[in-house]
């Protein structure tokens, strides 16, 4: 079968790799009817993150299930699954508390990208679908394996609820869901800061109800000016880096709180939390204990996440997926493996 390799900086390519068996009682072996690049594969993409050695990427599919192991109980063969990037048990303590994402027996895909791929803890990870679902949601069930879940966990860090007002930080995929997920848990005023057209047109979309496209003193100054001249209550970080935090604690009122979902690089202004009494949460997204909710949100079309994609491509053209997003030509790019 053929799959993404990563085997340098700017260098992913479309090659035979091993097909994938079951070598667990606990796996399943799904055939990938879509995956795509995320905004975390691009660290590696663009040098930020090392790359020792050629490796399989990609952490985010949906697809059909092929064959499962013995112990596997919750899907069969023909299903249309989806999971999320952290394979989890589901049963743990940890899991049961719902922090899936810090499951005590996590595991780890070998490239998602891909034509099939080995899905360890089939049972904790894999949720299916009542049906095959139709060939328009696609994309949206896609989003559930990473993006919308780590939106929706920005905003669940960030306490936002009814009558909340919020800033997202980043116009990201992950930053696009998460005003989807602030709208859908009710938040009264949803900020979102964007210089782009393309995306502040889905932000839009997605219920924001304010644009913000200054950043810096001047972003900072616009957001207060929306929320009674002290900040948001509660600012989704949706891209990791040192100038991003900074935008986010300039953004948050004093005593509110920030959702942390970027892959942190650079430090922590903590002396700024600490003196406006911020508070600041997040971390990987607990996928598994959000999928359930959120593709019974998209089955019955509630919610689109899908539309953060504006390129798809067929799988064999991975290089030029990941370009387009690295160049910023891309919100996010589907590859579809030929069928
Ligand atoms: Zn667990």
Redesign the pocket.
Known sequence: MYGAVIHAPGDVRYEERPEPTIMKPTDAVIRVVAACVCGSDLWRYRGISPVPKPTPIGHEYCGVVEAVGDAVTTVKPGDFVVGGFNP?????A??RKGA?AN????AQYEGCQAEKLRVPLAD?TLVATPEMPADDLIPSILALSDVMCTGWHAAVSAGVGPGKSVAVVGDGAVGLCAVLAAVQLGAQKVIAMSRHEARQKVATAFGAKHIVAERGDEGIAAIQALTDGIGADCVLECVGTEDARLQASGAVRVGGSIGLVGVPHGDLPVEQFFWKNIGIKGGPANCRAYLPHLLELVLSRTINPGIVFDLELPLSEIAEAYAAMDERRAIKSLVRPSA
């Open positions: 989890c048990d589901n049963t743990c940890a899991c899936t499951c005590l027996n996590a904790g």
